[in-house]
């Protein structure tokens, strides 16, 4: 099974005039279909549109909350299409298990990589834009103090 595209259908970016510290910041990746599509080009693969939300919600703690999650602050949210190719044998097997809404666990992992590389390039440049802390840490250069120099 392949990769072979990348959609976004949504991006939004908001942020509450309000935001202070402290804040926490959840990271979620939802998958919402997975369908197989008609395809005259790869006459040997399968094309299964995987449809998913990628969501960072910025919100105050509140440890009398069942979730502890206060007020909202913030969220950056993407919705896009993945395009698999796969052989009829994966994708039946894909689409069986996507009946119980599960994805088998050898494809998780390159289809989660896929959404975070390119999903947290895009929301870095978001947050920078409407001033939301960046939800990665970004190295930073420190110099040591030499005693020597005044």
């Keep these: 099974?392949?990769?072979?595209?990348?959609?976004?259908?949504?991006?939004?970016?908001?942020?509450?005039p309000s935001f202070k510290a402290p804040y926490h910041i959840?990271?979620?990746?939802?998958?919402?279909s997975i369908e197989?599509?008609?395809?005259a080009l790869l006459k040997e693969a399968e094309i299964l549109p995987t449809q998913f939300k990628?969501?960072?919600t910025y919100y105050i703690p509140d440890e009398k909350a069942k979730d502890k999650k206060g007020q909202k602050q913030g969220e950056i949210l993407f919705e896009g299409t993945l395009l698999l190719s796969?052989?009829?044998e994966e994708?039946?097997?894909?689409?069986?298990?996507?009946?119980?809404?599960?994805?088998p666990q050898h494809?998780?992992?390159?289809?989660?990589?896929?959404?975070?590389?390119?999903?947290?390039?895009?929301a870095l440049a978001l947050q920078e834009e409407i001033n939301l802390p960046s939800h990665i840490n970004i190295p930073l250069l420190e110099f040591k103090k030499n005693e020597n120099t005044k």
């Design 26 to 32: 959840d990271t979620n990746i939802e998958f919402l």
């Design 86 to 88: 796969a052989s009829q």
């Design 1 to 16: 099974m392949n990769i072979i595209g990348f959609n976004y259908h949504k991006v939004i970016a908001d942020r509450s």
């Design 36 to 39: 197989k599509e008609k395809n």
């Design 54 to 56: 990628f969501t960072l």
């Design 91 to 103: 994708s039946r097997d894909l689409l069986k298990s996507w009946k119980k809404k599960e994805i």
């Design 107 to 122: 494809l998780r992992q390159p289809l989660f990589n896929t959404i975070l590389r390119k999903c947290t390039l895009r």
